[in-house]
């Protein structure tokens, strides 16, 4: 099983839209690909961030059945979209990749 972790630290506003509103919406975007694409074992988000360091906004932890499969949801159309909206409004991102 491998592990995916990211950090997002995300524009104070982007179109009028505060970074809080557009953290649930990440929030809420992510967490609907669950059950929808074949690998993807688990995925939850968090906006309620307790202490992170370096600063962050909203993180994300899923987990998937292999390598292969964490290839196939990163370049899956609907993750594609997430990942379009989250590119509009993130100002930096970290990630990391573990097997478990």
């Not at 995925?43 to 998937?64: G, K, N, Q, R, W």
């Not at 370049?75 to 594609?80: A, K, L, R, T």
Request: glycine fraction near 4%; aromatic fraction near 4%; include cysteine.
């Amino acid at each position: 099983m491998v592990r995916h972790i990211v950090m997002w630290t995300l524009k104070e506003e982007v179109d009028g839209v505060p970074a809080k509103e557009n953290a649930a919406k990440m929030k809420e975007i992510l967490e609907a690909l669950q059950g929808r694409i074949e690998g993807l074992r688990y995925i939850e988000v968090s906006h309620d961030i307790v202490d992170a360091d370096p600063e962050c906004h909203v993180v994300l932890c899923s987990e998937h059945d292999d390598a292969a499969a964490l290839d196939h949801y990163q370049g899956h159309p609907e993750h594609q979209a997430c990942v379009a909206f989250v590119k509009t409004v993130a100002a930096s991102r970290k990630a990391v990749d573990y097997t478990v």
